[in-house]
């Protein structure tokens, strides 16, 4: 980047994050990570995303990478460090690289719309997360220990190593993300339930539009087709 077109981005307020937001996390990107296929993460959704012993692949189209060969996406470094972004809360102009803390606690991104002022001033409230309306059907948090952003095949080996004679009721985050999903219904056998019913990837199979057995009566049929 020469010193004209730093001088003349410096401070540029971007319309639109998607460029600059992490797929995974849904955040402004921390230490962004480009893999094979093109696409970007944060360093640490990366990292959780590609388990170890497990074949490790882009969250997004699921095209195979190897972890090591991982670079620096210094284009979205540079934006980040020389542009600026507007709070969905309290509609700051801040910079990038201050965004992401930002959300973590401007009070306003809770507010309805009342005319409530000074809430980005008020006490801030720790690791509270900027909710999406796009439901995460790609990355999982852990029931046992919480860890996060593994995906089903993550999610599965995770479990096997980890907590293998685990006799908690947990509730399955794959079955409680989707349409039909009950957030409150606990499995008596999380284990059991994850090796059987998750062998695949819903997003390959599902139609979201449809309901629970008709879903899972479809994916079984595609799947079988595969082998």
């Known amino acids: 980047m ?20 992490c797929p995974v996390c849904l955040e402004i990107f921390d230490t962004p990570m480009r893999i094979c296929c093109g696409h970007a993460f944060c360093h640490s959704c990366l990292v959780n995303c590609a388990c170890k012993g497990t074949k490790s692949v882009c969250p997004l189209c699921r095209t195979s990478f190897d972890p090591v060969k991982k670079t620096k996406a210094i284009e979205l470094e540079k934006k980040i460090s020389t542009c600026r972004g507007v709070c969905l ?11 992401r803390a930002h959300h973590m606690s401007c009070l306003k ?10 809430a980005c001033g008020g006490e801030p409230e720790p690791e509270k997360p900027v909710l999406s309306d796009i439901p995460n059907r790609f990355t999982f ?17 995770h479990c096997n190593q980890k ?21 409150q219904k606990k499995s008596a ?31 079984l049929e595609a799947s079988l087709k595969d082998l």
């Open 163 to 183: 907590h293998t004679g685990n006799k908690t009721s947990v509730v399955c985050p794959v079955c409680a993300s989707m349409p039909w999903g009950d957030p």
């Open 2 to 21: 020469s010193v004209f077109t730093f001088l003349r981005d410096s401070g540029k307020i971007l319309e639109n994050l998607d460029d600059v937001t």
């Open 109 to 118: 991104l809770d507010k309805d719309d009342s005319g409530e002022l000074g």
């Open 89 to 99: 809360g309290c509609k700051k102009k801040i910079a990038l690289s201050k965004l």
């Open 189 to 219: 056998n999380f284990l059991i339930h994850l090796n059987l019913r998750h062998k695949f990837e819903y997003e390959f199979f599902v139609d979201y539009n449809l309901d629970d057995s008709t879903a899972l009566q479809k994916a």
């Open 141 to 157: 948090n852990c029931p046992y220990c919480s860890l996060k952003n593994l995906d089903v095949h993550g999610l599965r080996d």
